[in-house]
């Protein structure tokens, strides 16, 4: 952790509303002047999409199993030097995974290539990483000491499995049983390398279904937002004022004295509610340390690096 630079973490994966918090943050960040260094976990895989592929037939010859979610497919002491270099700099290296066509042409490359190793832009205000492992502990290396704010966006596990069969069934074409098999090989890693974190985050954001899901492999819609409610814990130091927030989110609730409960239609609100104090404290503090006295008005706010 470090006052002088901070890191914000999102752990989880795209169908768990991440999406939502990053559009929360990048408010928050425009009205606060702050400048992020956005990192896709994606960019510290160990393979690229055609060596994964071939690294995956060889684990599996072997009888093994390699994926995305463990350490083995990951390099994170990678991502440990870099939270580290930040936390004591406000730099680091980083890199882009080129998920789309759109993002490969930017860079004159193929789909499922990395680009290469770069110095990140020495004036930003805040790391925000979005990935699968901003929490992880993999024997020496520990990815959780590192953030300012951890944010879990905490899975539940069939809307989860919902929406990945439907993503690889019907965009990328992949049979159902194929899907399923694929499912079942990531179980192992998923329990013993995700799930974990989410111990260890500060704040989770866990999207609960109002309708049924009970079989994840049928044919149902994935649960849209307005079928799901929103329940968002707390660590102790991070316990916001509960009753204000209460009264500003109309029909949410406490479950529990560290959980609140609020109806998807006020999701984006309630996120924004939730993280701008904490982000103004986490910005005005690391300006204060660095001897910021002034932000200029037309100072570029918003989150560098993110690629469309």
Not at 142 to 155: N, T
Not at 221 to 229: F, R
């Amino acid at each position: 952790m470090s006052a002088e630079h901070p890191i914000v973490a999102i752990t989880g994966a795209m169908e768990s509303g991440s999406v939502s918090v990053i559009t929360a943050l990048e408010r928050i960040f425009y009205r606060e002047r702050v400048k992020a260094s956005y990192i896709d976990g994606s960019a510290f895989r160990r393979y690229d999409r055609t060596t994964m592929r071939e690294a995956v037939r060889e684990a599996k010859a072997q009888g093994k199993t390699l994926g995305h979610f463990g350490p083995e497919g990951n390099h994170l002491e990678k991502l440990e030097s870099l939270f580290f270099e930040y936390a004591a700099t406000g730099g680091g290296l980083y890199r882009h995974y080129l998920h789309t066509a759109t993002q490969a042409r930017k860079f004159g490359q193929e789909v499922g290539t990395f680009t290469p190793w770069e110095r990140m832009d020495a004036d930003s205000d805040l790391l925000l990483y979005r990935g699968l492992h901003g929490a992880a502990v993999a024997d020496d290396i520990d990815l959780s000491q590192y953030p300012d704010l951890s944010i879990g966006i905490a899975p539940n596990a069939n809307l989860e499995w919902m929406a990945k069969i439907q993503h690889e069934v019907h965009n990328r074409g992949v049979p159902l049983e194929d899907a399923k098999e694929g499912l079942l090989k990531r179980l192992d890693d998923y329990v013993h390398h995700i799930t974990p974190q989410f111990m260890r985050t500060h704040i989770n954001f866990q999207l609960i279904p109002l309708v049924d899901t009970s079989d994840p492999f049928g044919a149902e819609a994935v649960p849209v937002a307005d079928e799901c409610y929103l329940v968002i814990h707390f660590v102790d130091k991070f316990w916001p004022n509960f009753v204000p927030l209460l009264a500003d989110i109309p029909g949410s609730f406490m479950s529990r004295r560290n959980t609140m409960v609020v109806p998807s239609s006020k999701m984006l609100m309630a996120i924004e509610l939730v993280l701008m104090p904490i982000i103004h404290s986490l910005i005005d503090h690391s300006r204060q340390l660095r001897g910021i006295t002034d932000v200029p008005e037309d100072r570029g706010a918003g989150v560098l690096g993110l690629v469309e």
